[in-house]
């Protein structure tokens, strides 16, 4: 299975940006689905994570701020970005964990988050 996100970019301080996350498959039993961003330096960070049966999961640093969802019966999962900051800036990478596991299963390639002041 592989994840591909789409809709990375460079913008301006308080602009909205939106990332796409698609499975290759959308036969496999994922139960959960998430964002996680990473910038030099430091370790990775889950940002949001929506679960089937379960309300979303944000990190503070960005709760009020994005929204993550996902497309019903599709393993396709959505992080629409709002009022953005410099401190988004980071590589963006999508997660998918199987309805058998407890952990992140896979991952994608990333996708760069750009936010210029």
């Known amino acids: 299975v592989q994840l591909v996100e789409s809709g990375g970019g460079m913008v301006q301080t308080g602009d909205s940006l939106s990332l796409t996350c698609a499975a290759s498959?959308?036969?496999?039993?994922?139960?959960?689905m998430g964002w996680a961003r990473q910038v030099p330096g430091k370790d990775r960070e889950l940002v949001a994570l929506i679960r089937t049966g379960a309300m979303p999961y944000y990190a503070d640093s960005v709760n009020g701020r994005f929204t993550i969802s996902r497309q019903n019966g599709k393993n396709t999962v959505y992080l629409e970005m709002n009022s953005l900051k410099p401190g988004d800036t980071a590589v963006y990478y999508c997660?998918?964990?199987?309805?058998?596991?407890?952990?992140?299963?896979?991952w994608g390639q990333g996708t760069q988050v750009t936010v210029s002041s």
């Open positions: 498959r959308d036969t496999i039993c994922i139960s959960a």
């Open positions: 997660a998918a964990a199987l309805c058998t596991s407890s952990n992140w299963d896979y």
